[in-house]
Antibody, heavy 121, light 107 residues
Framework: QVQLQESGPGLVKPSETLSLTCAVS?????????WGWIRQPPGKGLEWVGT???????YYNPSLKSRVTISVDTSKNQFSLRLSSVTAADTAVYYC??????????????WGQGTMVTVSS | EILLTQSPGTLSLSPGERATLSCRAS???????LAWYQQKPGQVPRLVIY???TRATGIPDRFSGSGSGTDFTLTISRLEPEDFAVYFC?????????FGGGTKVEI
């Protein structure tokens, strides 16, 4: 079955760039499908960060659009999130996820375990 | 952007009771574009309902979704101990995808 695993630094300094990777197993990104990032600040709700299709089409949350980049590396079967100029407000658990069907606007039914990222000096 | 407001914030019930969770949208959500997730402490969100009322794989039939337009409801007919969790609604009618703030169902 499809499995997702996030990886990346757990601590990022303010004003620096947060970089996370989601390794996909059980499915080849070369076959398409949309892939997304969602985040959840401690004790709070969920926020959609963005979604990518392997051809390069990306969809971002307007609240983050100027700072976020999501990309796909089909050779490594993974996709990545970069969030620049981070502040304490970006402290959250970051999840990678796949929607139930391959459209950009669809609920996510496969999730990674999540990775906690803290923004602090 | 469609804002989703969930109520109540916390629902205190006992096993065997019926739970009714509300999700209200700031503008009309396209038909069959509302989902519900369950999240237990320290766990990953789990899709419960999509398409307004369709149960996701493995979700028992005590869970049901209903509603249209701007008002949606998740009902758990008889609470089991494993149902106590936080529930989030999500609209996927338009981008950006948005989530409600959550309802905690506690004992």
């Amino acid at each position: 079955q499809v499995q997702l695993q996030e990886s990346g630094p757990g601590l990022v300094k303010p004003s620096e760039t947060l970089s996370l990777t989601c390794a996909v197993s059980g499915y080849s990104l070369s076959n398409g499908f949309f892939w997304g990032w969602i985040r959840q600040p401690p004790g709070k709700g969920l926020e959609w960060v963005g979604t990518v299709y392997p051809t390069g089409n990306t969809y971002y949350n307007p609240s983050l659009k100027s700072r976020v980049t999501i990309s796909v590396d089909t050779s490594k079967n993974q996709f990545s999130l970069r969030l620049s100029s981070v502040t304490a407000a970006d402290t959250a658990v970051y999840y990678c996820a796949r929607p139930r069907i391959s459209v950009a606007n669809n609920p996510f039914d496969i999730w990674g375990q999540g990775t906690m990222v803290t923004v602090s000096s | 952007e469609i804002l989703l407001t969930q109520s109540p914030g916390t629902l205190s019930l006992s096993p065997g009771e019926r739970a009714t969770l509300s999700c209200r949208a700031s503008q009309s959500v396209r038909s069959s574009h509302l989902a519900w997730y369950q999240q237990k402490p320290g766990q990953v969100p789990r899709l419960v309902i999509y398409g307004d009322s369709t149960r996701a794989t493995g979700i028992p039939d005590r869970f049901s979704g209903s509603g249209s337009g701007t008002d949606f409801t998740l009902t758990i007919s008889r609470l089991e101990p494993e149902d106590f969790a936080v529930y989030f609604c999500q609209q996927y009618s338009i981008l950006p995808l948005t989530f409600g703030g959550g309802t905690k169902v506690e004992i």
